[in-house]
């Protein structure tokens, strides 16, 4: 499976927008980018996906590169309730399998 | 609520038994997925269910199985427990088309003594 790279930890200040990075470097052309979170003691939730171009829903932006091997989960206003493990995925190669990699902590400093 | 029902929430046994984890879909749903998630470590894949066949296989163990029935509903079984299977199981379920939001349920926390 194709790996996904995302910094260990990120720190935030609340009501300030955040920028999560991915980097997805063997992506090919028919992999979909997946973002999902998971908050203590509970089961991941997703938070948007997307292809080719950027989307927008009403959690998150999620930014794709031209050469859509980054991406970028925009966070417009953090909030307490979105410190939580932000999970950057795909289903590589169109098997259908959700792979989670080690994922990346975001803290939001009140 | 996600819609995804799992049980039980907490289950304790002993090393060398056998254990039976169940999911129960969000209605609608075909495809099944079954994570491990051992303490403050990420999730790993085991196996993936789509309409009672079996789609894709990640690191699952030869003493874990795995089916899913008729009504969509799917079981994970553990057996020959060591202490290094004591971790949360999630569920997650999904349509079954590529690009789905999958929705996961609260997970079973297995303790192994």
């Known amino acids: 499976d194709a790996k996904t790279t995302q910094p260990n930890s990120m720190e935030s200040n609340e009501e300030e927008p955040v920028h999560l990075p991915c980097n997805h470097s063997?992506?090919?052309?028919?992999?979909?980018i997946h973002w999902y979170r998971q908050l203590p003691s509970q089961g991941p939730e997703y938070v948007i996906h997307?292809?080719?171009s950027n989307v927008n829903n009403r959690m998150a932006s999620l930014a794709i590169a031209e050469d859509r091997k980054s991406s970028t989960l925009i966070l417009h206003r953090a909030t307490l309730r979105d410190a939580a493990v932000y999970y950057c995925?795909?289903?590589?190669?169109?098997?259908?399998?959700?792979?989670f990699g080690k994922g990346m902590k975001l803290t939001v400093n009140p | 609520d996600s819609g995804v029902t799992q049980t039980p929430k907490h289950l304790i046994t002993a090393t060398g038994q056998r254990v039976t984890l169940r999911c129960s879909p969000r209605?609608?749903?075909?495809?099944v997925y079954w994570y491990q998630q051992s303490l403050d470590q990420g999730l790993q894949f085991l196996i993936q269910?789509?309409?009672?066949?079996?789609?894709a296989k990640g690191n699952i163990l030869e003493r874990f199985s795995a089916q899913q029935f008729p009504d969509l509903h799917s079981e994970l079984n553990l057996s020959s427990l060591e202490l290094g299977d004591s971790a949360l199981y999630f569920c997650?379920?999904?349509?079954?088309?590529?690009?789905?939001?999958?929705?996961f349920g609260q997970g079973t926390r297995l303790t192994v003594v």
């Open positions: 995925m795909g289903d590589w190669g169109g098997s259908e399998k959700l792979v």
């Open positions: 269910y789509y309409n009672g066949e079996e789609r």
């Open positions: 209605s609608g749903d075909l495809s």
């Open positions: 997650a379920s999904t349509r079954g088309g590529r690009a789905d939001e999958a929705f």
């Open positions: 997307g292809l080719t």
């Open positions: 063997t992506i090919s052309g028919t992999d979909y």
